[in-house]
């Protein structure tokens, strides 16, 4: 009796805590299997008559917990293995309605996309009903606010097209450098609290439900926001490597102060003239290395000698007698989310940590932050309630990727002078509007969010900002019949001024 009282415990102690941590969770199958497995150890130290009544006890424990975990398991098989039938259809309306709103981030250099939650359910039902090998028959989603203000998240059901079964959880969706990232927070399927190996194995079924990766990777976007509140999911962002002016108000009003050109203040005669490489490199030791966006990448100018990383380089040899190389990886387009994760931070620390590096210039952030306030909704007022809501997204998110580039940079060339070259206001033209003035209040504290993180990173700050200000009328292509943000070869000199001026 008491052997087979011990044997039968050992056994229950691992079926039927199998089936609590399915059923309950790891702390409630801790607590049966430490029970059980008690059980057992006392099972020579009870007289018989109370061994027998355990050994019942036991016997019915194990029976229920295998009978629990024969048809649990085999429901779940059925339910991950069904791949044949249809998906519900999605609500025509709200399916309309997303598609509407997701589409229209095609034609918007800086977007905020908001979708309802019906919007959210019916968008991922029409995706799973594309999907051969999609298990789920149908799929709710909704939105729950975070604590005290904290991160939302995005709850769903589901209903499996086999097993007889549902399931529900919760995921979180956060932003990490600019990509979206969705992780399994909870998740129950038919009477089982999936934990530890078996949830990682259903991320990829989950990820289906809420990854909204794949649609913004089509467009080419760069996320600068994501929040989950008000049984809402908004987006903010911006377009990669488009016109950063949309907004048709402003395009005329642009056209109206043309006009008016005659007012603008006159460009300061050229201070350092051309640099003397027409190219991205030359070679030489030490290096100087220039990161960024159009800018670094000479936008604005026919000859690479005009721009502000040729006449730099060409300044400092002169100033320092060394005939130093060159390396520009700037790119056109690049926000402070895509030079993370679109390969030139990367390709830069690989080339510094490979050679002598004497100077670092970063010139990055114009476009996460002159999409917006070139946008029809911050045009009619920089207050405008839309508006203000992609600036703070766009503030929420430039701080954090500043600071990583900025870290990365300083730590694998720590005896470089690194240089963080602050942002222009091509809106400043010199007219006295409105907007000049709106948009230099908005400049100016993105700059400074800039500079604060650079100088706690021990990097110096130029500033691009002062000496463009009120000048861009002549000093870029905001008045040519096709406007253009980009400096002319005297705004670009302006710029390279502003780099010689910072090292003192």
């Not at 975990?69 to 991950?80: I, N, P, Q, T, W």
């Not at 990886?329 to 080339?351: C, K």
């Not at 929420?396 to 002078?417: C, K, N, R, V």
């Not at 963080?420 to 100016?444: I, M, Q, R, V």
Request: net charge negative; glycine share 10%; proline share 4%.
């Amino acid at each position: 009796m008491k052997p087979a009282l011990f044997l039968f415990s050992l056994l229950a102690a691992l079926v039927v805590g199998a089936a609590v941590l399915l059923a309950l969770g790891e702390v409630p199958a801790l607590l049966t299997f430490a029970l059980l497995l008690g059980v057992a150890v006392s099972s020579f130290l009870v007289d018989r008559a109370v061994a027998r009544g355990l050994l019942v006890a036991v016997l019915v424990a194990l029976v229920a917990g295998g009978g629990f975990l024969g048809v649990g398991v085999s429901r779940l098989v059925s339910a991950f293995t069904t791949t044949e039938g249809p998906v519900d259809p999605a609500d025509p309306v709200a399916l309309a309605a997303a598609d509407i709103k997701v589409a229209g981030v095609r034609d918007s250099v800086a977007f905020q996309l908001e979708l309802t939650e019906s919007e959210m359910t019916a968008y991922v039902l029409d995706g799973l009903d594309g999907v051969a090998d999609n298990p789920l028959k149908s799929v709710t989603l909704d939105v729950v606010d975070g604590e005290n203000g904290g991160p939302g998240s995005l709850e769903f059901q589901a209903e499996f097209k086999g097993g007889g079964i549902g399931a529900s959880g919760s995921v979180s969706v956060s932003l990490e450098q600019g990509r979206v990232q969705v992780d399994l927070a909870a998740l129950s399927v038919g009477s089982f609290d999936v934990p530890g190996l078996a949830q990682s194995s259903l991320e990829d079924l989950v990820e289906r439900v809420a990854d909204f990766n794949e649609t913004l990777e089509d467009f080419d976007v760069d996320v600068q926001s994501i929040d989950l509140s008000n049984d809402r999911l908004v987006i903010t962002g911006a377009q990669v490597g488009t016109d950063l002016l949309t907004s048709q108000t402003l395009l005329t009003g642009l056209s109206a102060a043309a006009s008016s050109a005659v007012n603008a203040v006159s460009p300061p005669p050229e201070r350092l003239g051309p640099g003397v490489v027409d190219s991205v490199s030359v070679p030489g030791s030490p290096v100087y290395v220039a990161l960024g966006d159009s800018l670094a990448a000479n936008v604005g100018v026919v000859d690479a000698r005009d721009g502000y990383v040729s006449r730099f380089h060409r300044q400092v040899a002169q100033n320092d007698g060394i005939a130093y190389g060159l390396q520009n990886l700037g790119v056109s387009g690049e926000t402070s989310g895509t030079l993370i994760r679109g390969g030139q931070l990367d390709e830069a620390l690989a080339f510094i940590r490979a050679n002598r590096v004497a100077y670092v210039t970063i010139d990055i952030g114009a476009n996460d932050l002159l999409g917006h306030l070139g946008s029809e909704a911050c045009s009619r007022s920089l207050t405008d309630a839309d508006c203000q809501s992609r600036l703070e997204a766009t503030f929420d998110g430039y701080g954090p990727h500043i600071e990583f580039i900025l870290d990365e940079i300083t730590g694998a060339a720590p005896d470089a002078t690194v240089v963080f070259l602050t942002a222009y206001n091509p809106f400043s033209l010199g007219l006295g509007t409105d907007l000049e003035a709106a948009t230099d209040a908005a400049l100016s504290e993105f700059n400074e969010l800039a500079a604060r993180v650079a100088r706690e990173s021990g990097v110096i700050v130029a500033d691009g900002f002062s000496p463009m200000q009120r000048t861009a009328g002549s000093t870029t292509h905001m008045l040519d019949p096709v406007p253009d943000i980009h400096p002319t070869a005297i705004g670009f000199d302006i710029l390279a001024g502003a780099l010689v001026d910072a090292l003192g």
